[in-house]
T-cell receptor, first 114, second 111 residues
């Protein structure tokens, strides 16, 4: 069974530029999560989708971050414009059900904003 | 206000000995607790969990203990192996919903 795929693995951009990350969850997983992990900290949930609907986006900075999950499969997370403090690893995870134990994480995208 | 705290950023143990990783939480509404393991350049992987109705859960070399009155949980690894060297995250949730993570403890197991 293929795991959660993310691309790109690394991205370096200038502040005020925009960037997009892509996630392909495990086939059949209805729930998809995006996390932000700043160096030295634990993952912080940005947004949770159930199929193509948003379940929780309470910690998503909506003035600059957006995410979508068209057709309830792949998802993209966008940052526009990027700030220095957005430098982090962005992790995508998926699960069959919206319960914490069954989350499978992708390898993450490491973003550096200069 | 950090609701889940792992106060030891790092831990070093000898192969074959016990590793004890600690985690404290402040929100009494948390009723489900998890430990994740993370290798460099990989995403976290689920290791073991415990519900608040239990005080111990065991899976092979890994045991999690929960002390609700102290709002404290710990992960015991016995015996520790070099392959256990990784970052360990404690996480807590309400009704197995959204997880709140601690900042992690880096475990190094020396051969």
């Amino acid at each position: 069974e293929a795991g959660v795929a993310q691309s790109p693995r690394y991205k370096i951009i200038e502040k005020r530029q925009s960037v997009a990350f892509w996630c392909n969850p495990i086939s059949g997983h209805a729930t998809l999560y995006w996390y932000q992990q700043i160096l030295g900290q634990g993952p912080k949930l940005l947004i949770q989708f159930q199929n193509n609907g948003v379940v929780d986006d309470s910690q998503l900075p909506k003035d600059r971050f957006s995410a979508e999950r068209l057709k309830g499969v792949d998802s993209t997370l966008k940052i526009q414009p990027a700030k220095l403090e957005d430098s982090a690893v962005y992790l995508c995870a998926s699960s069959l059900q919206p319960t914490s134990e069954t989350q499978y994480f992708g390898p993450g995208t490491r973003l550096l904003v200069l | 206000d950090q609701q889940v705290k792992q106060n030891s950023p790092s831990l070093s143990v000898q192969e074959g000995r016990i590793s004890i990783l600690n985690c404290d939480y402040t929100n009494s509404m948390f009723d489900y607790f998890l430990w994740y393991k993370k290798y460099p350049a990989e995403g976290p992987t689920f290791l073991i969990s415990i519900s608040s109705i239990k005080d111990k859960n065991e899976d092979g070399r890994f045991t999690v203990f929960l002390n609700k009155s102290a709002k404290h949980l710990s992960l015991h690894i016995v015996p520790s192996q070099p392959g256990d060297s990784a970052v360990y995250f404690c996480a807590a949730s309400i009704n197995a919903g959204k997880s709140t993570f601690g900042d992690g403890t880096t475990l190094t197991v020396k051969p």
